[in-house]
């Protein structure tokens, strides 16, 4: 198993990956990979667990915070690579829509992760910058 990495934000911005990991696994399950989605499923699972602290079948477990507090969502490295690639599959999708404001949040949010993991001496291979 991979060792976990957490890279601090606000909440407002894992709403944005929360969203777009929804999104892409709606989309790839239907007409994708079921690889793919399984693990954007996974991303949402581990904001769940480390963020709203929820537990299945536990009432009142599950609040989000309020959206300036800090969240540290711990991924793996394959997980954190899928949330740049989801983040600027989204983006485009948001500008081609008119969401251009949407679309800007996307992509410095993409930004801002390939930046850490690089800061992290994790390589980031061209096309996923």
Same mark, same amino acid.
């Given at each position: 198993? $991979?060792?976990?990495l957490?890279?601090?934000m606000?909440?407002? +911005?894992?709403? @944005? ?9 709606s989309?790839?399950?239907?007409d =994708? $990979?079921? #690889?793919?989605a ?8 581990? /904001?769940w667990? #480390?963020i709203?602290?929820?537990?299945? /079948?536990?009432p009142? $477990? =599950? ?5 300036? !507090?800090?969240?540290?969502p711990?991924?793996?490295?394959a +997980?954190?690579l @899928?949330?740049?690639?989801v983040?600027?599959r989204w983006a485009?999708? $948001? !500008?081609r829509v ?6 800007a949040q996307e992509?410095? @949010?993409?930004g801002?992760?390939?930046?850490? @993991? +690089? ?5 980031v ?5």
């Amino acid at each position: 198993m $991979s060792v976990g990495l957490i890279i601090a934000m606000p909440l407002r +911005q894992w709403g @944005l990956i929360d969203g777009c990991m929804d999104n892409d696994a709606s989309v790839e399950t239907v007409d =994708g $990979s079921r #690889q793919r989605a399984d693990l954007a499923r996974s991303i949402r699972r581990a /904001g769940w667990d #480390q963020i709203a602290h929820w537990t299945p /079948g536990v009432p009142g $477990s =599950g609040e989000w915070p309020p959206p300036d !507090e800090i969240v540290k969502p711990k991924l793996t490295l394959a +997980q954190w690579l @899928l949330t740049i690639d989801v983040l600027k599959r989204w983006a485009a999708t $948001s !500008e081609r829509v008119g969401h251009h404001d949407t679309a800007a949040q996307e992509r410095e @949010l993409r930004g801002m992760i390939v930046s850490r @993991l +690089q800061a992290h001496g994790i390589h980031v291979p061209p096309d996923r910058r």
